[in-house]
């Protein structure tokens, strides 16, 4: 049975920081490509930021320079820190795993900022 959970998702003020984390089990973690995504309300979701199992990580526009991605294979973590939250980044971010036609996704944790 395959589990992603999230956790590190809360309130915080605008240009604060939150680290958000997502262990998985079930997965051989270190053989698949590790992803956040969030969705806001009203909003599709949108992928965040990736991190390939090679370790090459990639980020959306809206989060470069505030947002990095990085993963503990002997934990089977990831990780997602935070910076510089602005209130547009309040979404509901979910984990991803995916590798070849396997994909798993977490239950989701809550990121509220405030203005």
């Known amino acids: 049975q395959v589990q992603l959970v999230e956790s590190g998702g809360g309130l915080v003020q605008a240009g604060g920081s939150l680290r958000l984390s997502c262990t998985a089990s079930?997965?051989?973690?270190?053989?698949?490509?590790m992803g956040w995504y969030r969705q806001a309300p009203g909003k599709q979701r949108e992928l965040v930021a990736t991190v390939r199992s090679s370790g090459n990580t990639n980020y959306a526009d809206s989060v470069k320079g505030r947002f990095a991605i990085s993963r503990d294979n002997a934990k089977s973590t990831v990780y997602l820190h935070m910076n510089s939250l602005k209130p547009e980044d309040t979404a509901v971010y979910y984990c991803?795993?995916?590798?070849?036609?396997?994909?798993?996704w977490g239950q989701g944790t809550q990121v509220t900022v405030s203005a």
């Open positions: 991803n795993a995916f590798l070849w036609a396997s994909e798993y």
């Open positions: 079930g997965i051989m973690f270190s053989s698949y490509h």
